[in-house]
């Protein structure tokens, strides 16, 4: 029997992301503003648009970061639900089928191919949206690799996509729980 | 004279590249096409909403040509307006047709303050939700979608675009 995971119960929520990155946004901005204390020091010898280039430099790596953070979350949450229908030994098909991969791979069942994998065969329905979700994760890769490469990914992630489809997985998730 | 095994494994994987591949199926010139008059047609909307305050001298208008890069797409030219209300500045700027999840686009206005987001979605979807609209009728439009926590899509009005354009002023 494979050993359980204890959960840490530290995996950041969706709204704990968002406030962190408001907050983040918020304070970069001011920063780079008339309005903070450090502006005349900070900025010597800057025109107007060297400011706006570098503000925007930030909030980009920003979202770039927060956009990790979301992906990271969202992983948490369909290994956590993998983890529970294992452990509850729930009956439903997914569950029943999930329980099959643990007796072989536990809690180091690939997110893609094993778990993600189960969801679309066992909801077809929800496919595009799970195939959606495997191409982000391809973009967390390029992300947590040092992004050296240019990534082919067809799609444009940002802060907002992310959190957009991670919202409505996690309502699935809590849905079909 | 029976096919070669290799030569049936080899003609097997081409079938199957030639399934997934999306271009094969989708025109994406004309996907390009109908995107840049997604994007002339919501500025036409915002022209009707604040065509008033423009011939006042209340708002000015500039326009500046931008460069976008998708995967689908390649560079491409759109354009990008500011709006100068004051000393303030508004920039309405489109971000790209093919943006992750269930929208067919995106162009977002920003200022210091903040930013709203005008997503191209299907008429009747009112959140974020794993629906597939793709295949079916649905009538395709601008809303407006509210900053998170809780994302809703509202119907792009001359009221709800006001009420953005004051969240992103005068917050």
């Not at chain 1, 005349?40 to 925007?56: A, G, H, K, T």
């Not at chain 1, 329980?99 to 969801?119: C, F, H, N, P, T």
């Not at chain 2, 994302?151 to 009005?157: A, D, G, K, N, Q």
Request: with cysteine; aromatic share 14%; charged share 30%.
């Amino acid at each position: 029997m494979p050993k359980r995971v204890s959960l840490s119960g530290q995996n950041l929520c969706l709204s704990d992301i968002k406030d962190y990155y408001d907050d983040s946004k918020s304070a970069l901005t001011l920063y780079f503003s008339l309005h903070s204390v450090d502006y005349n020091d900070r900025f010597v010898d800057y025109n107007i648009n060297e400011i706006e280039q570098e503000l925007q430099a930030r909030l980009d790596e920003l979202d770039r970061l927060t956009s990790f953070s979301i992906l990271s979350s969202l992983e948490a949450s369909f290994r956590m639900n993998y983890l529970i229908r294992c452990n509850q030994k729930k009956k439903d098909t997914l569950s029943r089928k999930m329980r099959e991969v643990y007796q072989v791979k536990g809690s180091r069942a690939s997110l893609e191919d094993d778990i993600l994998m189960l969801w679309k065969e066992v909801y077809p329905e929800y496919k595009i949206f799970i195939s959606e979700v495997i191409t982000a994760f391809k973009y967390r890769h390029w992300l947590a690799h040092g992004r050296y490469w240019e990534p082919k990914l067809g799609r444009i992630y940002d802060y907002y996509s992310l959190y957009d489809l991670a919202y409505s997985m996690e309502h699935l998730l809590t849905s079909l729980n | 004279m029976a096919i070669k095994q290799y030569l049936k494994q080899f003609e097997e994987f081409l079938e199957q590249e030639v399934k997934q591949d999306d271009s094969s199926v989708i025109d994406y010139e004309q996907e390009k096409k109908e995107w840049l008059a997604r994007i002339d047609e919501f500025y036409a909307l915002i022209q009707k909403f604040i065509g008033d305050y423009l011939k006042q001298g209340k708002i000015i208008q500039e326009w500046k040509i931008i460069q976008l890069q998708e995967d689908y797409f390649g560079e491409y030219e759109v354009q990008q307006l500011m709006l100068k209300i004051g000393k303030k500045r508004l920039i309405f700027k489109p971000i790209g047709r093919f943006l992750i999840g269930f929208n067919r686009g995106r162009i977002d206005l920003s200022s210091d303050i903040g930013t709203v987001r005008f997503v191209l979605l299907p008429e009747e979807l009112e959140s974020p939700q794993v629906i597939d609209f793709n295949n079916s009728n649905a009538k395709w439009c601008w809303k407006i979608a509210t900053s998170p926590p809780k994302v809703s899509y509202l119907e792009l009005t001359e009221q709800s675009f006001f009420e953005a354009l004051i969240e992103v002023v005068n917050a």
